[in-house]
């Protein structure tokens, strides 16, 4: 089944709830620990994108903007 793509803002809790994750272990049991991190991984590259495509949409209602001036 295809994931639902998350919202910048959902994936920025989902972030998060990783930290806070972290910083409730007294120890990080590895594997779920690198779980952790490979999820966050994907989270941070998606959250990258999601910026850029955002910065692309200003820029573009930006130049049309300036060519109305």
């Not at 793509?5 to 806070?20: F, H, N, T």
């Not at 952790?36 to 573009?60: D, P, T, W, Y």
């Amino acid at each position: 089944m295809p994931e639902k793509k998350q919202s910048l803002g959902e994936s920025l809790k989902a972030l998060e709830g990783i930290v806070a994750w972290f910083e409730d272990q007294q120890q990080v049991d590895v594997e779920e620990g690198l779980a952790k991190v490979k999820e966050g991984a994907v989270l941070i590259k998606a959250s990258r994108e999601k910026l850029k495509e955002a910065e692309n949409e200003f820029e573009v209602v930006r130049k049309e903007l300036e060519g109305e001036e």
